[in-house]
C-alpha cells in the first residue's frame, strides 16, 4: 500500500478466490458497502494496486509471477516459512531471474520458532497479542482494529 502511495507500480497477486478483504461488507458492525459490489475496508488497504487472480499451485501460474518478477524491483511475500520456496518462489529462485531483486518476506511468526510453519496474517496477530480485546463495545466480542497493523 505504502509502495503504491509513494508512486510504484504494485501488482498484487491474489488467490482465484480473491483476497478475504474483498468480503469484508460489515467490519466492527459497521456497514462498509460501497456500490458495484465493492467495500471500503477493502478499497483502502488495496489502493493504488493492480491486482491479478493466479493459482500458484499450478506451474502456469508460478511463471507468470516468475515472469512478472523479470521487470521488478522489489518482490514481497507472506507466507510462512518454507512455501515460497517449495512454490520456486524463494529468494534464490528468483535471483537467479533478477539478480537485483530486492526480496521482501514477512510471516506471521517469523522465519524461526516453534510457530515458524505456522499461517497468520493481520487479524490472527492482533487475537494472539490481545490487540482485538481493547477494541468493541464492553460485553461484547472483540472487534479487529481498523486500519492496518500487518500486510494487506
Do not use: C, H, W
Not at 507466507?79 to 515460497?84: E, H
Not at 522465519?111 to 481493547?134: H, I, W
Request: glycine share 14%; net charge negative.
Amino acid at each position: 500500500m505504502m509502495l503504491g502511495d509513494l508512486g510504484a507500480d504494485v501488482i498484487k497477486v491474489e488467490a482465484l478466490s480473491g483476497e478475504q478483504g474483498r468480503a469484508m461488507f460489515t467490519l466492527s458492525g459497521i456497514d462498509r458497502s460501497l456500490p458495484g459490489g465493492r467495500n471500503s475496508y477493502f478499497e483502502a488497504n488495496q489502493r493504488n494496486k493492480r491486482s491479478i487472480a493466479l493459482d500458484l499451485k499450478q506451474p502456469e501460474g508460478v511463471n507468470v509471477v516468475r515472469n512478472l518478477v523479470g521487470d521488478a524491483d522489489i518482490f514481497l511475500q507472506n507466507y510462512r516459512k518454507g512455501v515460497a520456496e517449495r512454490l520456486g518462489l524463494g529468494y534464490e529462485d528468483l535471483k537467479a531471474i533478477n539478480n537485483k531483486i530486492i526480496y521482501g518476506s514477512g510471516s506471521g511468526y517469523g522465519p524461526e520458532g516453534p510457530d515458524a510453519y505456522k499461517p497468520a496474517l493481520d487479524t490472527v496477530g492482533q487475537a494472539r497479542s490481545g490487540l482485538m480485546y481493547a477494541t468493541g463495545p464492553d460485553g461484547d466480542d472483540p472487534y479487529p482494529i481498523q486500519g492496518v497493523v500487518a500486510i494487506k
